[in-house]
T-cell receptor
């Protein structure tokens, strides 16, 4: 069975500091991985996705993630946090067959002025 | 492309009442998903449609829950005899056809249900 684990339900960074949100996956088949962002009372917006074309994936708003098979990880990073990055971030894996998503429990990012 | 829309955005109901939510996917997206998100958790899969056919249901979807997509376009999710534990955000997502796990699901804004 496929699953994802997000370490750290809350992360706080100072404005301008590096953002690192952790995601580890478990999958018996090559995984397809996604990062979504959710602002309060809104749906989910895709940040980026790993499709096996390249291990370093660039997304919107300056975010990127690196797929590391040896570590079964797909951590999300951004070099310099902005106040507008404060939101909840979800890592997800797409299951085979129906392609439903299996989400992690989320990481709430707080950006301090 | 106007995105996925959901109606209503908020619903407050009393325990025991029935509620129905609607989802309009991106036009020409033949795959549609429903998820439930409770406070502090990631979305959990409820059910999936390919065109009008409901192809998978989660164990979360008890006999009080039913979903339809009668013409392969919009979908409805009904909860009968609501319980306080049904309070959650109900999210709808759609994706284009095809057989690639890499195809993106596009999410609607969700319907927040509060059961009193």
């Amino acid at each position: 069975a496929q699953s994802v684990t997000q370490l750290g339900s809350h992360v706080s960074v100072s404005e301008g500091a590096l953002v690192l949100l952790r995601c580890n996956y478990s999958s018996s088949v090559p995984p397809y991985l996604f990062w979504y962002v959710q602002y309060p009372n809104q749906g989910l917006q895709l940040l980026l996705k790993y499709t096996s074309a390249a291990t370093l994936v660039k997304g919107i708003n300056g975010f990127e993630a690196e797929f590391k098979k040896s570590e079964t990880s797909f951590h999300l990073t951004k070099p310099s946090a902005h106040m507008s990055d404060a939101a909840e971030y979800f890592c997800a894996v797409s299951s085979s067959g129906t392609y439903k998503y299996i989400f992690g429990t989320g990481t709430r990012l707080k950006v301090l002025a | 492309d106007t995105g996925v829309s959901q109606d209503p955005r908020h619903k407050i109901t009393k325990r025991g009442q029935n509620v129905t939510f609607r989802c309009d996917p991106i036009s020409e997206h033949n795959r549609l998903y429903w998820y439930r998100q409770t406070l502090g958790q990631g979305p959990e899969f409820l059910t999936y449609f390919q065109n009008e056919a409901q192809l998978e249901k989660s164990r979360l979807l008890s006999d009080r829950f039913s979903a339809e997509r009668p013409k392969g376009s919009f979908s409805t999710l009904e909860i009968q005899r609501t319980e306080q534990g049904d309070s959650a955000m109900y999210l709808c997502a759609s994706r284009a056809g095809g057989y690639s796990s890499t195809d993106t699901q596009y999410f609607g804004p969700g319907t927040r249900l509060t059961v009193l």
